[in-house]
Structures are given as C-alpha cells and as structure tokens.
C-alpha cells in the first residue's frame, strides 16, 4: 500500500520529532496551544516565558486582569478573544476540576477556545493519550499525499487514525508539520527536494498539467 511507504519515509526523517511549544506541565500546553492559533511557535514560547512566570497556574490564570493579560499576550495577535478564552477556561479549570487539566477529550472541548486540535495536541503530548491533531499542516500535507480525501479536518482525523496504527498517532503528527513547514509549504511546495516526490499524487498531477 502506498500510504505505508510515505508513512515509512516520514517516520524515517523525522524520527524523534517534537512539539514547537515549550512547556513542562498540562496546564502550560494548554494555555501555549491557545495562544498558538494563527501564530508561531517560537513566537508563543517568547510569550510564555514570562506569562508563565506570572501564571503559574489554572488559580493564578483565572484571576488576570483583561486588559493586562491582553497586553501580556497582544504579539500573539487575536489577542482580545484570546485573553478571554484563556481566562475563561481557567474559570472553568478551577471550578470544575480543581484548577487541573482534565485528561479526557469531552471536557476539553467544552473549554473556550479549545477545539479537537488543541485537545488532541494536550491529550497526545502532555498526557501520552493517543491523539492526532490536525492543524493547517496536517491537513494539507495529508491531502497532497492522498492520505486524506475529507473535507474538514475533524474527518482528517478519522481517515488518518483509520490508516495510522494508535501508536504513532502522536508521532505522525509531528511528521506531518514536520514536512509541512520544512518542505511542503502551501504556497511553494519544494517538490524537486522532496524525498517523497515520487509517490506523491499532488506532484505527479502537476507534472502530468506541464
Ligand atoms: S512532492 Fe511536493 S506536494 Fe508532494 S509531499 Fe513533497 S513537497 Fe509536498
């Protein structure tokens, strides 16, 4: 099957690939995978060194002023609804789960700002549950190779975890960002580098239109 070959290439470069997000606890990834929507890693860990610092935790987080969280937080753009998501979820850690992470899908995407992407970043990395998030790299890297036909990422996730054993879930996630950001970029694709280039149905299409 073609889709074990590509699966094996990418586990072989990107063997041992970890997250972007610097954090040493759930209650950190949490709140650094909020910031990260439609911003940097790097930029988020530049934010979350001091933040954490004033933050420590879920008890610390939901008692932040609005406009000094906005301020703390504002490189990270989306900064309003951003700070409200993250107070707000911090409420709701501390009522309804002793201000801890609650390890269980349901409950996270109650939390605001949270989605299946980020729940399943927070269950796969920091508690080691099977999940594989599919952000804007895995969806698109995983269509290009025929891994997905779905329309939305939520169906993404279940024909990858259909075709990818549980354990490697997490893992491919990785490399699908992996490959996502160092070569298959969405808007110029290094495919004449690409050590997948010649399983890779996106290409042959292309090379099929010259
Ligand atoms: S060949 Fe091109 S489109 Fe296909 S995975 Fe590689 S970089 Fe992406």
């Known amino acids: 099957m073609q889709y074990q070959e590509i699966l094996r290439r990418l586990e072989q470069h990107y063997f041992g690939a970890k997250p972007g997000l610097d954090f040493e606890n ?9 910031l990260s929507a439609q911003c940097t890693d790097v930029r988020v860990n530049q934010v979350t060194k001091s933040l954490f610092a004033h933050y420590p935790d879920a008890h610390a ?10 301020d703390e ?6 900064y309003s609804v951003k700070a409200k998501n993250l107070i707000a979820t911090a409420k709701i850690l501390c009522e309804q789960y002793g201000g801890e992470v609650p390890p269980d899908m349901d409950a996270l995407v109650q939390l605001p700002g949270v989605g299946r992407k980020t729940a399943n970043v927070v269950l796969s990395c920091a508690f080691g549950i099977p999940g594989l998030a599919v952000d804007t790299h895995v969806f698109r890297v995983s269509h ?4 997905s036909d779905a329309k939305d990422p939520e169906g993404t996730e279940m024909q990858l975890c259909a075709i990818i054993p549980q354990e490697s879930w997490g893992s491919a996630h ?3 960002i992996h490959h996502g950001r160092q070569i298959c970029s969405a808007r ?3 495919c004449k580098d690409c050590f997948l280039a010649d399983i890779c149905p ?9």
């Open 26 to 34: 759930p209650y950190q990834l949490l709140v650094a995978t909020i």
């Open 61 to 70: 987080l939901e008692k932040a002023e609005y406009e000094t969280l906005s």
């Open 73 to 78: 937080i504002h490189s990270c753009g989306f």
């Open 144 to 147: 290009r190779l025929g891994l």
């Open 174 to 176: 990785h490399w699908l």
């Open 188 to 190: 110029s694709p290094k």
């Open 202 to 210: 996106f290409y042959q299409e292309q090379k099929e239109q010259k």
